[in-house]
């Protein structure tokens, strides 16, 4: 009984680190959409915006895990609307592969790792988005504990 | 002097000009902390072998299954290593779902020693945990790490556990007259074959070891099975490197001694065996781009020899001898 209060009173007091890569065509002007709307999200992301979401490499993901990230998320355009035409194909399979062989393996939830697609017209989507990954790692916990 | 040293003393950042954009690296690093508990997936492992958490024997596989991200057909080296183990031992063979990474890379390459000690004595611990007593593994440099790194750092560690290569086991083993090779080739032209020495079983270890001189004694065996077995023109000590141990990056100088290599295997036999995970990946990697070159078959050690082996039955000889 005292170690479930205790696991919820954690749960409520953690802030979790999260780092976002947003493709500069669709989810970075998503997230930019939800800001100039003023569509409430919480405070806990870190965008990193990047040319495409094919540039991101799964050494990306890894390192910002290895640093103190509890929640990596991946975004970028819907597929077959890429501004580079089949950059988000190449990091839709890039992704899976390394859900499947990387994160799974390493014992590490795979819930902390999602690949998620927003368009530059989704800036509800994008805040809605951002609640709903906050509030699972919240639930998840540290990475470090 | 080791490869960061160069790099410190050039005040380079050691994480940069990492293989891969240091994926792997990473990996083991993340492995390092206390909070991770690996829990890898033992698809690769066949039904019919019995495997368990807790026993004497160990079979160490090493970051294979993480390799399976960008290189293919790596899992086989695994594979039939564990069948030829299953083959001679009664008991089933212990593998960790929760097995981490030696630590090799991050010591060679890259000089963190602090993450290199937190893995050993994470290693150690569950070892300990699992009442190991030999640890039997077919990479070469999980083998240099255990037979000699370790001890330095824990004095009691080659006390504990005895580290066998997988060419040390089979060499035992068939001294021992526990297991016999068989599978004659058929064809009437003999094959050909060759062995390239990775760095770690041969010039990486004390003088005094004896598992380069080893493999040649097998390898004469098999001549009987009418494969005949030719020394490249460097070959033990003096071999050749692949060129990228550690996850160095590879560049047209270690390219050019690889295709050095290849041409010496190539006029040695059509088949070159290794006993290193890496030197596979890497000579293999190569055959994709010279096309004078791809057919030279490349295997593994384990890979060769598991449809070669045949245990010998201790009950059947007894009874013929009363």
Same mark, same amino acid.
């Given at each position: 009984?005292?170690?479930?209060?205790k696991?919820? &009173?954690?749960?409520?007091? @953690?802030?979790?680190?999260?780092?976002?890569?947003?493709?500069?065509?669709? =989810?970075?002007?998503?997230?930019?959409?939800?800001g #100039? +709307?003023?569509f409430?999200?919480?405070?806990?992301i870190?965008?990193?915006?990047?040319?495409?979401s094919g540039?991101?490499?799964?050494? @990306?993901?890894? &390192?910002?895990?290895?640093?103190?990230?509890?929640? #990596?998320?991946? =975004?970028?355009?819907?597929i077959?609307?890429? $501004?580079?035409? +089949?950059?988000?194909?190449?990091?839709?399979?890039? @992704?899976?592969?390394? $859900?499947?062989?990387?994160?799974?393996?390493?014992?590490?939830?795979?819930?902390r #790792?999602?690949?998620?697609? #927003? =368009?530059? =017209?989704?800036? &509800?989507?994008?805040a809605?988005?951002?609640?709903? @990954?906050?509030?699972?790692?919240?639930?998840?916990g540290?990475?470090?504990? | 002097?080791?490869?960061?040293?160069?790099?410190?003393?050039?005040?380079?950042?050691?994480?940069?000009?990492?293989?891969?954009?240091?994926?792997?690296?990473?990996?083991? /690093?993340?492995?390092?902390q206390?909070?991770?508990?690996?829990?890898?997936s033992?698809?690769?492992?066949?039904?019919n072998?019995? !495997?368990?958490?807790k026993?004497?024997?160990?079979?160490?596989?090493?970051?294979?299954?993480?390799?399976?991200?960008?290189?293919?057909?790596?899992?086989?080296?695994?594979?039939?290593?564990?069948?030829?183990?299953?083959? !001679?031992?009664?008991?089933p063979?212990?593998?960790?779902?929760?097995?981490?990474?030696?630590?090799?890379?991050?010591?060679?390459?890259?000089?963190?020693l602090?993450?290199?000690i937190?893995?050993?004595?994470?290693?150690?611990?569950?070892?300990?945990?699992?009442?190991?007593?030999?640890?039997?593994?077919?990479?070469?440099?999980?083998?240099?790490?255990?037979?000699?790194?370790?001890?330095?750092? %824990?004095?009691?560690?080659?006390?504990?556990?005895?580290?066998?290569?997988? !060419?040390?086991?089979?060499?035992e083993?068939?001294?021992k007259?526990?297991?016999? %090779?068989?599978?004659? *080739?058929?064809?009437?032209?003999?094959?050909?074959?060759?062995?390239?020495?990775?760095?770690r079983?041969?010039?990486?270890?004390p /003088? *005094? *070891?004896?598992?380069?001189?080893?493999?040649?004694?097998?390898?004469?065996?098999?001549?009987?099975?009418?494969?005949? %077995?030719?020394?490249?023109?460097?070959?033990?000590s003096?071999?050749?490197?692949?060129?990228?141990?550690?996850?160095?990056?590879?560049?047209?100088?270690?390219?050019a001694?690889?295709?050095?290599?290849?041409? /010496?295997?190539?006029?040695?036999?059509?088949?070159?065996?290794?006993?290193?995970?890496?030197?596979?990946?890497?000579?293999?990697?190569?055959?994709?781009d010279?096309?004078?070159?791809?057919?030279?078959?490349?295997?593994?050690?384990?890979?060769?020899?598991?449809?070669? !082996?045949?245990?010998?039955d201790?009950?059947?000889?007894s009874?013929?001898?009363?």
């Amino acid at each position: 009984m005292t170690e479930t209060k205790k696991k919820l &009173k954690k749960t409520k007091d @953690f802030e979790p680190d999260l780092l976002v890569f947003c493709c500069n065509w669709c =989810s970075y002007a998503g997230a930019d959409l939800a800001g #100039v +709307s003023r569509f409430q999200y919480p405070p806990n992301i870190r965008v990193i915006r990047v040319m495409c979401s094919g540039r991101i490499d799964p050494s @990306f993901v890894l &390192k910002a895990l290895k640093d103190g990230a509890d929640g #990596v998320l991946i =975004s970028g355009c819907h597929i077959g609307d890429c $501004h580079y035409i +089949s950059g988000n194909e190449y990091a839709l399979e890039r @992704f899976e592969k390394m $859900h499947k062989i990387l994160i799974k393996q390493l014992g590490i939830n795979e819930n902390r #790792v999602r690949l998620e697609w #927003v =368009s530059a =017209s989704e800036g &509800k989507r994008f805040a809605e988005l951002i609640t709903e @990954f906050t509030n699972q790692i919240k639930e998840l916990g540290p990475l470090k504990n | 002097m080791a490869r960061y040293k160069i790099r410190q003393s050039a005040k380079k950042n050691v994480d940069e000009l990492i293989a891969h954009k240091g994926v792997y690296t990473t990996i083991t /690093e993340i492995m390092s902390q206390p909070y991770i508990n690996p829990d890898r997936s033992l698809e690769w492992v066949p039904k019919n072998i019995k !495997i368990a958490d807790k026993g004497s024997v160990l079979y160490y596989v090493g970051c294979i299954p993480y390799f399976n991200y960008e290189f293919d057909k790596i899992d086989v080296i695994a594979l039939s290593t564990l069948q030829i183990i299953s083959k !001679i031992e009664k008991e089933p063979i212990v593998l960790f779902k929760e097995e981490i990474c030696c630590g090799h890379d991050v010591y060679w390459g890259q000089g963190k020693l602090e993450i290199f000690i937190e893995l050993a004595k994470k290693n150690i611990k569950m070892f300990e945990k699992a009442g190991i007593s030999t640890i039997v593994t077919a990479c070469a440099e999980c083998y240099r790490t255990f037979k000699v790194d370790y001890p330095k750092l %824990f004095e009691d560690f080659s006390q504990k556990f005895e580290v066998k290569h997988i !060419i040390e086991y089979v060499y035992e083993m068939w001294k021992k007259g526990k297991i016999e %090779f068989i599978g004659k *080739n058929e064809s009437e032209e003999g094959i050909s074959f060759t062995y390239h020495d990775p760095c770690r079983l041969s010039r990486f270890l004390p /003088e *005094n *070891n004896a598992i380069t001189d080893n493999t040649r004694e097998i390898f004469k065996e098999f001549k009987k099975l009418g494969y005949s %077995f030719n020394e490249m023109e460097h070959n033990k000590s003096n071999s050749l490197c692949c060129g990228v141990n550690s996850w160095m990056n590879c560049n047209e100088k270690s390219k050019a001694l690889r295709y050095k290599r290849m041409l /010496e295997a190539k006029s040695a036999g059509s088949i070159m065996l290794t006993s290193c995970p890496k030197c596979k990946i890497h000579l293999s990697c190569l055959q994709d781009d010279y096309e004078d070159i791809s057919s030279i078959e490349i295997s593994d050690f384990s890979e060769f020899l598991v449809n070669h !082996i045949k245990v010998i039955d201790s009950n059947k000889n007894s009874e013929v001898e009363k």
